[in-house]
């Protein structure tokens, strides 16, 4: 079936180090979301991504769409303390738009 | 800013009873979705919801759930005889013009 894969599943970083979290999948993607869930809360929308290779910013935090739409990144610079929590990649299916997959997760760790 | 709620926050039942879930979306929106997440796994999808339709549905959402809008603001999801691995946090998301979900707080489901 069709999978979103994710990893690492754990990363823990000194703040000021870098991050950065890898999703594949299975089959072509229409598009792919990026969440943020902290601990015991829900996820939260971050960012989509549609075109192939496209690449975005939000300040620290950048996004990348790989060029065959399989395969997306997630990268901050410089964590910090305020960025720990688990990040999802989700992506709509091509064959099937209205069915989300999402990966795993990474959850991130930011030691003070 | 527009939320999603959810009700209740946490609800306990015996195997085998029906149980529903309440969302409120965000008023203008229509279309959404229900997922769930079992304790630290990943999110996973339930259903989509269009115009007052299923417009897809997981292998996960078989005969024993059914989603409705029954007065034109709450979104339910219904349980009909949960079963021990129903237990898991469940989560309504209200989907925006740009395909970004917005998710609500989600409701515990322990069933015993």
Known sequence: GQQVMQIPQYQHVQEGEDFTTYCNSSTTLSNIQWYKQRPGGHPVFLIQLVKSGEVKKQKRLTF????????????????????????????????????????????????? | EPEVTQTPSHQVTQMGQEVILRCVPISNHLYFYWYRQILGQKVEFLVSFYNNEISEKSEIFDDQFSVERPDGSNFTLKIRSTKLEDSA?????????????????????TVT
């Open chain 1, 64 to 112: 990348q769409f790989g060029e065959a739409k399989k395969n997306s990144s997630l990268h901050i610079t410089a964590t910090q303390t305020t960025d720990v929590g688990t990040y999802f990649c989700a992506g709509h299916m091509k064959t099937s738009y209205d069915k989300v997959i999402f990966g795993p997760g990474t959850s991130l760790s930011v030691i003070p």
């Open chain 2, 89 to 109: 946090m469940y989560f309504c998301a209200s989907v925006g013009g740009s395909y970004e979900q917005y998710f609500g707080p989600g409701t515990r489901l």
